[in-house]
């Protein structure tokens, strides 16, 4: 097949057979070159698809290649196919971004732009490549651009992340609720915001937040994250029991039995706390049937009783 290919070496048949026994031999060096000379010998032959599908065989084959992936993006570009370059040229994008090359990310981006300037994707990859480079503001412009109802879900996320990495916070929930209100199923932008507020140090802003998808976090089974934020809600909100509250019933949605009786403890002496002793009461007896032996709780039951006037034996009156 060597032999052929230099006798005749813009005849395509034996060039493909030389670059696949090449693959199957693992020689990667040598397949690039003959698939790369294949792809040139169909463009000779003004055969620009199977010069596109060569070149796709040979991305399959190096996905990672992103000369392989440059060049087949300027052929898309070359012979029409704006969307399928602005695609090839995101790709690139990607990696560039993946490699922390933001520079050469947000050029590829811009050439994709250049093939389709009102691909939403395209327009959220500059904006990352910008927001990677320290230019928020030129990476929100380029959001707040794109109509909110086609924006897609990376673009929200990363709109209200730059909102309240500039100091935004109140346009970040905007954005985020309308979203969720336009697909109560995407409530990942609203979480976001919400644990960036209470890591922030805006609990109570953060924690109203996730009450408005809390019940869709729990009905997803996205219940790891959702604790995750109710308790660091509740340790910046000492004292505050609707977090508290929140955690118990989340525990208890997810039947996290070994976590629950320390969160009902917990609700419960914020109870006390704030006096609201029936509430306590009730958690103090749901304690006492989960850890019957647990002489303090039984102990703390009665203190409560007692402030409500409710009956305790003698011999368990404390003093």
Not at 1 to 19: D, S
Not at 66 to 81: F, K, N, V
Not at 166 to 195: C, H, I, L, M, W
């Amino acid at each position: 097949y060597k032999k052929i290919a230099k006798l005749a070496p813009n005849e395509p048949r034996p060039l493909e057979k030389l670059a696949e026994m090449y693959v199957q031999q693992g020689v990667m060096s040598e397949a690039r070159s003959v698939y790369l000379h294949l792809a040139e010998a169909h463009l000779k032959g003004k055969r620009q698809q199977q010069a596109v599908a060569t070149l796709r065989k040979l991305l399959d084959l190096e996905p990672d290649n992103i000369r392989i992936q440059l060049r087949l993006a300027d052929l898309y570009l070359a012979i029409g196919q704006k969307e399928e370059a602005a695609l090839a040229y995101l790709n690139s994008a990607h990696r560039m971004l993946d490699k922390g090359d933001f520079i050469e990310a947000k050029k590829m981006a811009d050439r994709a732009l250049q093939a389709a300037p009102k691909n939403a994707r395209v327009i959220t990859m500059k904006a990352r490549a910008a927001a990677a480079l320290g230019e928020n503001d030129d990476a929100i412009r380029l959001l707040e651009e794109l109509p909110e109802e086609t924006a897609g879900p990376d673009a929200t996320r990363l709109r209200c992340d730059l909102y309240v990495r500039t100091g935004k916070s109140g346009k970040a929930v905007e954005v985020a609720k309308k979203a969720f209100d336009r697909n109560p199923e995407n409530y990942a932008p609203v979480f976001q915001v919400a644990e960036t507020l209470v890591e922030g140090g805006e609990a109570e802003s953060g924690l109203a937040l996730v009450g408005e998808i809390r019940e869709a976090m729990m009905g997803a089974n996205d219940y790891d994250r959702l604790n995750r934020v109710l308790s660091m809600a509740s340790e910046r909100l000492s004292g505050h029991i609707e977090p508290l509250e929140w955690l118990v019933e989340s525990y208890r949605r997810a039947n996290e039995t070994v976590r629950l009786p320390d969160a009902i403890d917990q609700l419960a002496e914020a109870c006390v706390a704030g006096n609201q002793l029936e509430r306590a009461h009730e958690l103090f007896e749901e304690l006492l049937k989960l850890e019957p032996e647990d002489e303090n709780n039984r102990r703390r039951l009665n203190q409560v009783k007692q402030k409500l006037g409710l009956p305790v034996a003698a011999e368990e009156m404390v003093t």
